[in-house]
């Protein structure tokens, strides 16, 4: 999937669905073991919190969290902030980054990929295609990553894809970022602004004003528009 010199593996835990792979030097036969239960941690902080605070499910604004929240609440919650939606809209990401993470201790080169949204870390080029359902520009434009020694995320909301809530018609909103949840939430930002091609520039200035984002794409369409530190291929 992603080129030589790495290996794959799936981790399905209720929803949450992953397709990780990492560099051959650094995989052992335990590391999925560990990939899963850095899965099973994650949502079990996630489910014990939302006990606690039934609102952070269903919120679609911003929320404060209550006091010794674990870190992927947290996580999710600031991302939230900065992007202006529901802490929910950025849990795929945060999953995926914990995961990537943990990973991290072990291998050099990592990439999780969850329900669209990518944490990775390379030391080599990698080019991310964008799924754009029905568009006639899906899986023919994507993304150059460039191994800079740093951790990149990329995740996508769509109006016309998948069954994530949306209230945009993009068939992809693309954003970039350090750090996956803050990607995941912004994503979902920018494609609820998009309603037609006219929303393009306002929604890509709105999600590249987000402090923490490198840049961004939307597809609608045959069109296509794209803003900040990103390269298209």
């Not at 750090?179 to 890509?204: H, I, M, Q, R, W």
């Amino acid at each position: 999937m992603w080129g030589k010199g790495l290996v794959s593996f799936p981790v399905c835990v209720k929803e949450t669905d992953l397709w990780i792979s990492v560099d051959e030097a650094g995989c052992t036969r335990s590391l999925p073991e560990v990939a899963l239960e850095l899965v099973h941690r994650s949502r079990s902080d996630l489910e014990r919190y939302i006990d606690r605070d039934p609102a952070f499910l269903h919120a679609l604004q911003p929320l404060p969290v209550l006091p010794h929240a674990p870190k992927i609440i947290r996580m999710m919650a600031s991302a939230a902030a900065r992007a202006g939606v529901g802490p929910m809209a950025a849990v795929a990401g945060a999953i995926a980054e914990l995961v990537g993470r943990g990973l991290l201790r072990t291998v050099r080169e990592v990439i999780v990929e969850n329900g669209g949204d990518i944490f990775l870390k390379t030391i080599h080029l990698r080019r991310v295609g964008i799924f754009a359902g029905r568009s006639p520009l899906s899986d023919r434009v994507g993304l150059l990553i460039r191994p800079d020694g740093r951790c990149c995320s990329i995740c996508t909301s769509s109006g016309t894809v998948g069954p994530s809530l949306s209230f945009g018609r993009a068939d992809a909103a693309v954003v970039v970022s350090r750090y996956a949840a803050l990607a995941d939430a912004a994503a979902t930002a920018l494609g609820n602004l998009v309603k037609d091609e006219s929303c393009f520039t306002p929604a890509l200035q709105f999600a590249c004003g987000i402090r923490g984002v490198l840049g961004a794409a939307v597809i609608l369409g045959d069109k296509l528009g794209a803003m900040g530190a990103i390269e298209l291929v």
